[in-house]
């Protein structure tokens, strides 16, 4: 079974720093593109970042207006993908969720862990 | 980026009944390598979205094939027939042809 569970969520003040953890199991980690999309209040979805196999020299993709305060990783050994995230906003509230991608989709989705940022 | 525009934003339906939902792209979904990466996925209440449809018109792993997907280019469609109340929730289609991959608003799917 194939299972992506998500941790480190919080409340945190703006201008503070949080890292989520995805761990996962039931797949080949090694040679998966993982992904990190959240959702916002408004119930939109909004891809963040991607990291892509040691095939692909884990190169890395971010949206445009997280680029510099967000930082994807991952952790082979581990079967984990992280995302740091630094100078959190108010907009960062969300729910994050981590997902693999598969050609083009995304096949499989954690729970998901929540975000709220808030002085 | 590519915009993704659904319609309706929410619909109602009887059980048993069927619907569809339209999904358009602000620019053409064909990849250079002549795939066309339309996803569809659902979000029941209280759950992550999970995977529907791929590459426009291709099932999913366990998914009924009460679902079906069409389209190409930059109009898609989603078509539920003979609806049962597992499948109210919100539908969202989703583009992973070019970065940043993005998703429509959602449609949601609710019983009359």
């Known amino acids: 079974e194939v299972q992506l569970v998500e941790t480190g969520g919080g409340l945190v003040q703006p201008g503070n720093s949080l890292k989520l953890s995805c761990a996962t199991s039931?797949?080949?980690?090694?040679?998966?593109?993982m992904n990190w999309i959240r959702q916002t209040p408004g119930k939109r979805l909004e891809w963040l970042a991607q990291i892509e196999d040691k095939s692909n020299n884990y190169f890395i993709s971010y949206l445009e207006s997280v680029k510099g305060r967000f930082t994807i990783s991952r952790d082979d050994s581990k079967s984990s993908v992280y995302l740091q995230m630094n100078n959190l906003k108010e907009e960062d509230t969300a729910i994050y969720y981590c997902t693999r991608l598969r050609r083009g989709y995304f096949d499989y989705w954690g729970q998901g862990v929540m975000v709220t940022v808030s002085s | 980026d590519v915009v993704m525009t659904q319609t309706p934003v929410s619909l109602s339906v009887s059980l048993g009944g069927q619907v569809s939902i339209s999904c358009r792209s602000s620019q053409s979904l064909v990849h250079n390598n002549g795939n066309t990466y339309l996803s569809w996925y659902l979000q029941k209440p209280g759950q992550s979205p999970q995977l529907l449809i791929y590459k426009v018109s291709n099932r999913f792993s366990g998914i009924s094939d009460r679902f079906s997907g069409s389209g190409s280019g930059t109009d898609f469609t989603l078509k539920i027939s003979r609806v049962e109340p597992d499948d109210l929730g919100v539908y969202y289609c989703g583009q992973g042809t070019q970065y940043p991959y993005t998703f429509g608003a959602g449609t949601k799917l609710e019983l009359k």
């Open positions: 039931g797949f080949t980690f090694s040679t998966a593109w």
